[in-house]
């Protein structure tokens, strides 16, 4: 498997421009509309808390219910659909700016519903792409996608706030309604279909299809495995979220140009790592990297709370640069071997499993980290963060013992049998 074989299918390539326009309008609007809440709205810091925690709720209300419905439907208009409905949420923003009716509850109310669609989108994304480029070709879809992810995250606050001071922050809201529906008429040029799923005689009910996924994953030995690994890895960012900023400001002494600085160079290492990531499966093994990516980098994590003012904040920059580089191998490599373990009719329950896990430890984690970094201190909280992280992939080393390659697991696992693609 080549790094570029998968971008040979047409399909992946609407696929992954769909996803290049709609990726660039997130992160352009992920500045935009919070701006647009404080300059335009002058919302206080509670209500800009509201607008944020609006987006994300949806993955606790609705993240295991979306994969068994994902399961239930054919995923390609379930994605054209959240594209448009975000699209169009979107547009609304701009229209009630125009005809005065802009307020921040009317933000809260739009966040709230597009991060309802997102739910859908990203457990259908992760479900539709072994249809597109087929099973033998995950990883490198996979890494071309998050690739796109990753420059995205780079380079679309920047411009983001760019447009913001020349245009304002309503059109910049307009290009992301438009990134969306472009992303939806890519989708909807895709020629692939998926094959018809057999109806069946009875309809299970939902609870029943949302403990099916949840008991695939429980008696799958590496799927609970990573579950596990992932939720702790989550847990420990969140612990270090509540406390870097403030590390980097009272403890190692850096202005926001430097902090900017940090973040970005940690950016960089993403969209490295997502780049590099098929050529390391094809050294190291496509399921052996799926632990080894955290094994290396988690403990050169470690070296970020040695950081001290002076020429020692670069081990702050290389603690965060090896943290970024594991996570993005160890995700798309993960997601990767997890569509091609699961058995297509039940992907969409797996994934949505598996988000629900790791989205929902993220807030408990940000929370310990809060009251940690008050009573504790910043670094000895940096430590317990990077501690997790350092023995966070031991269950999945534990499950893939011997294993080099996805194609050695048993083969009932390994097979897609919905995949279109040869």
């Known amino acids: 498997m080549s790094d570029r074989s998968a971008l040979r299918h047409r399909d992946f390539r609407l696929l992954l421009f769909g996803q290049t326009t709609s990726q660039f309008g ?58 448009l409905s ?62 796109v992810r ?12 760019w447009l913001v001071a020349v245009a304002g922050a309503v059109p910049v809201v307009v290009i992301q309604a438009v990134t969306y529906a472009v992303s939806a008429g890519s989708l909807l040029a895709i020629s692939a279909r998926e094959p018809a799923r057999p109806a069946p005689a009875v309809r299970p009910r939902l609870r029943a299809d949302i403990g099916e996924g949840l008991a695939l994953v429980a008696r799958t030995p590496v799927l609970r495995a990573t579950a596990v690994t992932s939720a702790a890895s989550n847990f420990a960012f969140a612990v270090a979220s509540a406390v870097t900023v403030p590390f980097m400001v009272h403890t190692v002494g850096l202005s926001p140009a430097g902090i900017g600085i940090v973040m970005a160079l940690g950016s ?28 290396v980098t988690g403990p050169v994590g470690l070296l970020g709370p040695l950081a001290r003012p002076g020429w020692p904040v670069v081990l702050l920059v290389v603690g965060a640069a090896a943290g970024e580089l594991g996570q993005i191998v160890y995700a798309i490599s993960n997601v990767s071997l997890r569509q091609r373990l699961c058995p297509g009719h039940l992907l969409g329950r797996v994934n949505a499993t598996m988000r629900f896990v790791m989205m929902g430890i993220f807030p408990l984690g940000a929370l310990l980290g809060g009251v940690a970094g008050q009573y504790a201190g910043l670094r000895p909280t940096l430590w317990l963060a990077g501690g997790i992280i350092a023995v966070a992939a031991l269950p999945v080393r534990l499950a893939l013992r011997g294993t080099r390659d996805v194609e050695q697991l048993p083969q009932w696992m390994s097979s897609n049998t919905e995949s279109s693609v040869d």
Do not use: C, K
């Open 268 to 295: 960089l290492t993403v969209v490295a790592g997502a780049a590099a990531t098929p050529r390391l499966a094809r050294r190291l093994g496509s399921a052996r990297i799926v632990w080894l990516s955290l094994a």
């Open 26 to 83: 997130a992160q352009v609007s992920g500045v935009a509309i919070p701006l647009l809440a404080v300059l335009v709205l002058h919302a206080s810091p509670f209500e800009l808390g509201l607008v944020t925690a609006a987006g994300t709720v949806a993955f606790a209300l609705i993240g295991l219910p979306a994969g068994a419905w994902v399961d239930r439907w054919p995923r390609r208009p379930v994605l054209v659909a959240a594209d």
């Open 150 to 161: 990753a420059t995205g995250q780079v380079a679309g606050p920047g411009i983001g706030g």
């Open 86 to 147: 975000r699209a169009v949420l979107l547009a609304a923003i701009v229209v009630a700016a125009l005809v005065g009716w802009l307020n921040v509850w009317l933000l809260i109310v739009v966040s709230l519903l597009t991060g309802f669609a997102r739910v859908f989108f990203d457990v259908g994304y992760q479900s539709y792409l072994p249809f597109v480029v087929g099973p033998r070709e995950l990883l490198a879809g996979n890494s071309a996608m998050e690739t």
